[in-house]
């Protein structure tokens, strides 16, 4: 057995030469000049490693920093603007309710029409997005039209959102806990002699409406319908289709700690499309080709996806190249884009086109005409 052994080692040492041999032809080294020491070169670029380091420690977590002031002063104008617009187009209230997962308290606006309907009206939880953001007053023309057509709004600045502070910000727990956030609006709701609980929609763009795609596929839920307008879809692919300093935003994160190749289960069990086939209820999807956040090769995941597993109940519609300008946004604002000061909406045809796509949608599966 030794002698075997003694000849494998053997073998394995010539291999090992040969190779070494073969490289160093077809690598061969620099001419040297008379009296050099042979060495070899090592060549590190420091500034692109410094580029690409991701760290995965929850305290490189990035917080709001010097912008917290800022943000928690914009958060109180926004308030005052929603409160001051609503003479005359709804009923507001600032309001708080506590996470189903963890009795975190949740801020939110809520938005109810001003005479109230005998029997209730049908709600809508509306889903802000980005990866730090919060309900801003650009959204105020669309909540008018959802309250003057009978529908009470809910908005949730789940955990992670802008307008509260470093503490607040730095819980951001993507496409973890923040679902539950969002999900425990109904209990406020439930609170509301107005509203008919047996109505209840969803709606959110970008992260909302990845928020939203979490909640019809993967839980147990009250929501008739759901609206995902542009949705983050698949943080998999969404992590290697951006830059490194996107991707520290999710690392450090305590709930995931660590890119995709080091926590795959984790980033499938946070991407809603691994999920599709857990929808029960009719759930409507718009997207844009020429989006330049949620790019359309990611969207494509979620639509063709739906439309093979769950036919019967998504709606689904890719707008091609709707138009933009610098100071409007690329296609992933489409059918959200406002007017100077915020107070109309753009209205430009694949807006009014989405919008009217939508409310046929909700009125279906809500059935705000039959009450």
Known sequence: MFRHRSRFVLALVLASLALTEVAAAQNPPAPQQQGQRRRRAVITDTARAHELYVSKDPRDLPGCGNNCAAQMANKKRTDSAYAARARGNYEFRKVTYKSRVDGLEIPAYVFSPITKRPGGHPALVWIHGGVHGDWGIGMFPFVRDAVQKGYVIITPDYRGSTGYGEEYYKLIDY????????????????????????????????????????????????????????????LIFRL????????????????????????????????????????????????????????????????????????????????????????????????????????????SPEQVDSWNLVWAFFERNLGLSRR
């Open 240 to 347: 290697s289709d951006h830059s490194p300093g996107y991707a520290a935003n999710f690392a450090p994160q305590p709930g995931i700690q660590g890119l995709p190749f080091e926590n795959i289960d984790e980033y499938i069990k946070r991407s809603p499309v691994f999920h599709a086939e857990g929808l029960k209820v009719p759930i409507l999807v718009h997207v844009a080709t020429n989006d330049c956040d949620v790019f359309f090769r990611e969207n494509q995941q979620m639509v063709y996806t739906l439309r093979a597993l769950k036919p019967d109940l998504a709606e689904t519609k890719i707008y091609v190249d709707p138009p933009y300008t610098a100071t409007s946004g690329c296609g992933h604002t489409f059918n959200r884009r406002v007017t100077a000061g915020g107070l109309e909406r753009d209205d």
């Open 175 to 234: 496409g973890g806990k923040e679902v539950d956030d969002a999900l425990s609006a109904v209990d406020y709701l439930k609170t509301l002699p107005y509203v008919d609980m047996n109505r209840l929609g969803a709606m959110g763009w970008s992260h909302g409406g990845f928020i939203v795609s979490h909640i019809l596929f993967r839980y147990e839920h009250p929501f008739k319908a759901g609206v995902a307008m542009v949705p983050v879809t698949n």
